[in-house]
Every structure is written in C-alpha cells, then in structure tokens.
C-alpha cells in the first residue's frame, strides 16, 4: 500500500512540474592558473508543451528536424522568405549579365 501511495505523490509532483514549469540553471567553469579555458552555460525548462507554447516557446514547429510541415504551419512564411530570395538571386543575376555584357 506505501508503493501506492508514493506513486500517487510523484504523479502529483510531475504534474506541478509540467503544470506550471520548472527551470534548472547552471553554469561550468574550467580553469587553469587563473585562465578561464572553457565556459559552459547550461539552462533547462521542464513544462508541458501547453505551458511551453503559452509562454512563446514553441520552436518544434518550425523547425523542419522535428516536423515535416515546419513551413505549412508558419502560414508559408518560409516559402515566402525562399521564393523571394530566389526572385533577389535571379535579378542580381540578370543586372551582372548585363554589367559583363558592356
């Protein structure tokens, strides 16, 4: 019946963790005779994807590693952005054609 018990309490707990989220930050230093070598800077969330996305992070979704419809869900922003680069590359192109042509 402890076992029970217990189990209920963790259940408890990581639902508050990801209810409201939880941030671990740490950082690592390594010296030698007082020259820093290296730094790391390490910062960690735990939440819910709800109360991840309610707080502005939500980089899963556009990131094409994790989705395949990273662009689809920006309302085409990402194609919008290439096809308009494209159109910038293609009339640089034709401006230098025309320079090399003079």
């Not at 390594?30 to 020259?35: H, R, Y």
């Not at 556009?62 to 990402?78: I, K, Y």
């Amino acid at each position: 019946m402890v076992h029970a018990t217990e189990t209920s309490n963790l259940a408890d707990l990581l639902e508050r963790v990801l209810d409201k989220g939880i941030v671990i930050a740490g950082d690592i230093k390594v010296k030698l005779v007082d020259v820093e070598l290296l730094t790391i800077q390490i910062r960690l969330l735990v939440a819910s994807v709800d109360k991840a996305r309610e707080m502005g992070i939500d980089w899963w979704l556009r990131n094409p590693d994790f989705t395949s419809r990273a662009e689809r869900l920006e309302g085409g922003e990402a194609a919008d952005d290439l096809a308009e680069l494209r159109r910038r590359v293609a009339e640089l192109e034709q401006r230098a054609a025309v320079a090399v042509a003079k």
